[in-house]
């Protein structure tokens, strides 16, 4: 492979201009503007390349956390559908009753005016709450009251809701 080089006059004059500059200076001279020369080029590579390549990695570094959370909040969230849960029907009553065992609960459910009390005696704590999220996502009842104590053993509850129509 042969390599051609094409004669370039400006250059060739600039180089022989700087020649010659280069030789009036001092030995002394020539070794700090070689140091210098050497300073700055550190100077540029380290503020010029390394700083910003570093600055670049921390911000897609940040974005990468930020969009595993987000993923992870979506992916917690559920999936979105447009149909609506399926409503329950009846009385106060049949609908607690209804839906209690769903959730592994057993459920009490003495009449009120205008609503219904549940007792639950001894069930876990997310069970509960899952049970009055479904609740008032699929039947006009809405809580009123709840009144949840925890039970000797961890993670049970017992809980009495008051609901209205």
């Not at 390349?49 to 595993?68: C, F, G, H, N």
Request: net charge positive; glycine share 8%.
């Amino acid at each position: 492979m042969r390599l051609i080089l094409a004669r370039m006059p400006a250059l060739d004059a600039a180089l022989i201009r700087f020649d010659g500059w280069w030789s009036g200076r001092s030995r002394r001279e020539q070794v700090m503007l070689g140091g210098l020369a050497a300073f700055l080029a550190v100077l540029v590579l380290v503020f010029g390349v390394i700083k910003p390549l570093q600055s670049a990695r921390a911000s897609a570094l940040q974005d990468i956390r930020t969009y595993e959370t987000l993923t992870a909040r979506v992916r917690a969230a559920g999936t979105l559908s447009a149909s609506q849960p399926q409503r329950r029907q009846g009385s106060p009553n049949d609908v607690i009753l209804g839906s209690a065992p769903g959730f592994g609960l057993t459920a009490t459910v003495a009449p009120l005016p205008g609503g219904a009390r549940a007792t639950i005696a001894d069930a876990s704590y997310d069970s509960v709450l899952a049970w009055l999220a479904d609740l008032s996502a699929t039947s006009s009842l809405r809580i009123r009251r709840v009144d949840v104590q925890r039970t000797a053993t961890p993670g049970r509850v017992s809980a009495v809701v008051d609901f209205g129509a």
